[in-house]
């Protein structure tokens, strides 16, 4: 963008620079409004996270909203059952871009310990397309602090330009599934999801080394 | 408490043509006993029992068994066990739902997990699985499918 | 002028108080059906959180069990593997050494206190109070977490129970700010009670709000304080007398009319008398082993563990009701059956009852205090 030198010459004299872009990002990812979606265990873990000790709030997230449409990222924090996935989906498609989704604890990730169970399903992340995992069982309140300041290095480094939601407007939304005889039909969305690779819209923020 | 001993007498004296067989700590009645060992056991005052604590469905390959924890608040006593069997083509049971209140949903899981029919109950349908599901989970002839595929 | 009656048309209303809803008791549904605000029939639909618990167990070893039974009601880590620990102890006949008792007695008692206060906070979220009392719950939780922490390696799913004693014994400097804690919570409790107690909004909004009587109480099963609320003298410590409690000396508290606020008070009480139970216990607690030998190999291999043929039922009484562990053994290392008898699946039974003819706002306020988590009603 602006060379780092002339930054902060022009600071000096009371000029801030900055592009549309940082600007937008800045604004969305100091103030995510996650929705209130505990599911078991780990829902505890990320009420303690929103209270006074390790304080979500400092981060812009203490506003946990009640209805999906008013939400920006929703913590699947928790097992996801077969009986329960098709809600999932739903409120995820209720959700208004540009949307984020954390799986918070290993059940939601791939099933975590209860894997092998006849009603869990194995990692949400079958249904819908994940930004950020958190393992741990339950993950300590910090990994979730982590967790976040992760995803708010993801939004910035979002280019506006080349997001689907700003373009055109379009909204992600993803077919529910439907219960059968055994098990949810289909196993899997082909979309977001591939048995070989899992998840695929997962991008790895990681720095290059 | 008393022993099993007592208790067994006791029963038999009361309620003439009931079948009693005493396994260890719990008696094995016939289902067609049940509701009036569980009637008797209710009003009668050295007993009073008037708390089902646990109803457990098994599943044993060549029939299906009903487990009764009975306890008595009143006197501060129990457990009084009982158990029923039946065989896996004809699964049903009278329902202790009118007599003991909390029976209630104790028995629908059973007859979700295990597929005991309980007849009588006011409200027999599955409690934890969906209303679809085709199977009964926790039978040991029961496959989950594999999400693998 | 002819005053005429028109009766205006109305139609019953069926909403669905979804699985997901800002109540933090978490996946359950209650299908509604409303005439106007007020509440004619009520269905609670649960399952959303069926995590087959008992059909995994079947599958593995005793031992591996009882990290499944911390995420039974994942509130009270330590109280549920006390049961089943109880239980397979009853099966197989293990001793517990003195010290391991002490132990017990002292982690269960601390998680009666983290277990009632963390409710009374959820509870003033139903009524409206949102956060401010969760916030002070949460910050006297926090201070006994970092005693099980320190003991267990975990903060919540401590895994700390095993047949015959526990894992570890105390790290040093445990029972100075064990005494520490326990000594001021009386204080914590009356700034608790100061704001709570009197206020006017809870007592009128939970006062004579879901009655629930005694002889209904009885014939619903319903265990726990919301038993003792309605006037039963039934507490499993006192009429089993299980592990060393007989030795103790509390009270149990009993409850007058059986409504809201009955059931919110009871619990304060009960805190304070888990204090006691706590001083006495630190005051008293010897040197010696943790846990006993046969114990102990069954820890290091449990594949080897192999009880003796039968069934065994073992009950508690855990801060919400009874909590029993239904075992069948045929001699092999892995149960046969394994089944949870959970307090809060069949304190429901009762629900729909207290339900009728209420407000759909009460009705909030009545599933708060019956005080469920769903990772016990479903397993």
Same mark, same amino acid.
């Given at each position: 963008m602006v060379d780092e030198g002339l930054k902060s010459e022009l600071q000096k004299q009371g000029l801030f620079v900055t592009s549309i872009e940082q600007l937008y990002n800045w604004g969305r990812r100091s103030s995510i409004w996650p929705l209130q979606f505990g599911l078991a265990c780990c829902a505890i873990e990320m009420i303690a996270t929103a209270c006074a000790r390790y304080d979500l709030a400092r981060f812009g997230a203490e506003l946990f909203r009640g209805s999906p449409r008013q939400a920006d990222l929703m913590i699947v924090a928790g097992t996801v059952t077969k009986k329960m996935a098709p809600q999932v989906v739903r409120l995820y498609n209720q959700m208004a871009e540009p949307k984020y989704v954390i799986t918070m604890g290993a059940c939601s990730i791939s099933g975590g310990p209860f894997r092998e169970g006849y009603n869990v399903l194995q990692g949400i992340d079958r249904y819908i397309p994940v930004d950020v995992h958190i393992p741990g069982c339950p993950p300590r309140p910090e990994a979730l602090l982590e967790g976040i300041m992760n995803l708010q290095k993801k939004m910035d480094a979002q280019k506006l330009w080349q997001m689907e939601w700003y373009k055109q407007g379009k909204k992600?939304?993803?077919?529910?599934?439907?219960f059968g005889p055994n098990g949810l039909i289909p196993k899997y969305n082909p979309e977001v999801f591939d048995p070989m690779k899992g998840n695929i819209e997962t991008e790895d923020i990681r720095p290059k080394t | 408490m008393e022993k099993i001993e007592e208790i067994q007498k006791n029963l038999e004296q009361h309620i003439p043509g009931v079948e009693l067989i005493a396994e260890r700590d719990a008696f094995l009645i016939d289902r067609k006993d049940l509701l009036t060992v569980a009637r008797h056991l209710k009003e009668n005052p050295s007993y009073a029992i008037d708390y089902v604590s646990c109803v457990t469905g098994v599943d044993y390959k060549e029939?299906?068994?009903?487990?009764y924890h009975f306890y008595s608040m009143a006197k501060k006593l129990g457990p009084i066990i009982l158990k029923v069997r039946v065989k896996k083509e004809d699964p049903k049971i009278p329902s202790l739902t009118p007599l003991f209140r909390g029976a209630e949903f104790q028995e629908r899981e059973a007859y979700d997990m295990i597929g005991i029919v309980f007849e009588g109950h006011p409200d027999l349908r599955r409690i934890l699985m969906w209303d679809g599901f085709a199977h009964f989970p926790l039978r040991k002839d029961y496959i989950p499918e594999d999400q693998d595929v | 002028m002819e005053e005429e009656n028109i009766a205006l048309e109305t139609q019953l209303l069926e909403i669905n108080l979804g699985p997901q809803h800002p109540s933090t008791h978490g996946v359950f549904r209650m299908n509604v059906t409303l005439d106007g605000e007020t509440v004619v029939r009520l269905k609670p639909v649960m399952g959303y959180l069926h995590r087959n618990h008992e059909k995994i167990a079947e599958s593995g070893t005793? /031992?591996?069990?009882?990290?499944?039974?911390? %995420?039974?009601d994942y509130f009270c880590s330590m109280t549920n593997n006390l049961a089943y620990a109880l239980a397979v102890e009853k099966l197989t006949g293990i001793e517990v050494p003195e010290r391991a008792q002490y132990i017990r007695v002292i982690m269960a008692e601390l998680t009666r206190l983290v277990n009632h206060t963390v409710l009374v906070g959820f509870?003033?979220? &139903? /009524? +409206?109070?949102?956060?401010?009392?969760?916030?002070?719950a949460f910050r006297e939780r926090e201070k006994i977490l970092d005693l099980f922490e320190a003991t267990s390696g975990a903060r919540m799913m401590c895994n700390y129970m095993r047949f015959g004693g526990v894992k570890a014994d105390f790290s040093p400097g445990f029972?100075?700010?064990? %005494?520490?804690?326990?000594?001021n919570y009386p204080r914590f409790l009356d700034e608790f009670e100061k704001l709570l107690t009197e206020n006017e909004i809870l007592m009128s909004r939970c006062q004579n709000v879901g009655i629930l009587s005694k002889e209904l109480a009885v014939q619903a099963s319903v265990t726990g304080p919301m038993l003792r609320a309605s006037g039963v003298d039934y507490d499993i410590r006192k009429v089993d007398g299980y592990s060393i409690y007989p030795r103790f000396k509390f009270r149990v508290p009993l409850g007058e009319k059986g409504d809201v606020y009955d059931r919110y008070y009871i619990r304060i009480l009960e805190m304070r008398e888990s204090c006691k139970i706590l001083e006495q216990a630190l005051r008293d607690i010897p040197e010696g082993e943790f846990i006993s030998k046969q114990g102990?190999? $069954?820890?290091?291999?449990? %594949?080897?563990?192999?009880?003796?043929? $039968? &069934?065994?039922? $073992?009950?508690?009484?855990?801060?919400?009701?009874?909590? $029993?562990?239904? /075992?069948?053994? &045929? +001699?092999?290392?892995n149960p046969y059956r394994y089944h949870v008898r959970p307090p809060s699946f069949i304190n429901l039974t009762i629900l729909e009852d207290m339900c009728l003819g209420q407000k759909i706002a009460d009705t909030i306020v009545i599933l708060g205090s019956i005080d469920i988590v769903l990772g016990e009603v479903d397993r």
């Open positions: 992600r939304e993803y077919p529910v599934p439907e | 029939y299906l068994e009903c487990v | 005793y /031992l591996s069990s009882m990290p499944f039974t911390d %995420r039974l509870l003033m979220n &139903d /009524l +409206g109070a949102f956060f401010t009392p969760t916030l002070y029972i100075e700010k064990a %005494r520490e804690i326990v000594a102990a190999t $069954g820890a290091k291999s449990p %594949r080897t563990f192999k009880p003796a043929k $039968g &069934d065994v039922y $073992g009950r508690i009484e855990a801060p919400k009701g009874e909590l $029993g562990f239904y /075992l069948v053994s &045929d +001699g092999t290392a």
